[in-house]
């Protein structure tokens, strides 16, 4: 873990280095130099990511050698190369806009497993800092937190979802304008990737309600309810055959995955709560709010099912940015360092008795002068 440690340190030096354009003369002065705080932190975090996640090895993160298996195994089928690439594909069990861009990298771009890490890599790495520098100045330690959340170590393994994540970015991009339709528009490419995203089509609706306790505490309460009789609405849904009733329904105990996670948003939330009360901000927009109330509403259910967690990942990054400035607002630097040991602790509690959740280390590039991988080193049930 040092070697992860000592990179996870490189981006807070991004963000004190940034500082150092910004000591002050004029108003117009300093403007023009936050502009090239901006830039610096774009190019020495897109250096930093890019660098390490997309030149990683195979065996780093449990879902790259999946991907380049499926990647290898299309690669060489002659018949899959001469038709078109918008051919469906029933029994590849991946959505259709992520068979269609494979098949176009493979078609037109290269037949090499890897082609699909660093193109996948490099999406993820320009579309979250595009985000982030929409959002907020500190991009640099925006990316630390989402590092040390395990955030973006997720990200770069769930590459189909995270492909509709970005997608999800510039749709919020629209929503923000009051544009819904190109905001469904988004979304819709986004469920092409991933079906998660479906979910994303409530988001405008849901942010109309009221933020009051009463509707949080009823959102909370439908969670606990869903929660308890989850197995008994996929049964009367018609889904008792799916892989993950039959999985989860053999379980006699809450997901230890989904325990953590509720615990991590409890905790997220609750700093949230009392940096906001000893800040200056007048308030936090409703759709913000209840992408907090859903996260934890989404974990709360997770805790017995856990794959709805994917939900989460469209918003963690949305709590992270609302966490940074809260944070910023108060100037509590004693929150500060109590969210970042809760982080970290997390992720050397995982790394220390649950590996397999994020295979990290120790951490490899990928050999590019071996003739041969294995793949499907984790495989994916």
Known sequence: MVVIFLYFALFLGVHFLSKQFLDKPSDRYEHKRSGAAKLFQLIACFVLLFGFFGFRDITILNDTSHYCSFYNYKAHISSY???????FHLTDRFEYGFQVLVHLLIKYVSIEPFTIIIFSSLVI???NLWFFSKHTRDIALMCFYMLIASLF???YCII??????????IAFHYFEKDNLKKYYLFVGLAFLFHYSAAFLFLLPTISKIKPNVRNTLFAIVTALVLAGNIFVLMKVLGLSDHPYYKTFIQKETLALVGLADLAQIIIVLAVCAISYKISKVSRVDNVYYWMCVLTLCISIVSTVIYPVARINEFFWPFILLLLIRLLNESRAGLLKAFIVIVFITKLIGVNTFRPEW???EPYQ???F???H???NLYPQK
């Not at 190369?81 to 051919?87: G, N, Q, R």
């Not at 979802?161 to 970015?169: D, G, M, T």
């Open 369 to 371: 002068n071996k003739q």
């Open 160 to 169: 189909r979802q995270s492909f509709a994540i970005v997608l999800f970015y």
């Open 153 to 155: 170590f997720t990200q």
């Open 358 to 360: 994020l295979h990290v």
């Open 365 to 367: 590039f990928y050999d």
């Open 81 to 87: 190369k001469e038709e078109s690439i918008f051919v």
């Open 125 to 127: 790495t320009i579309g």
């Open 373 to 375: 991988h294995n793949y």
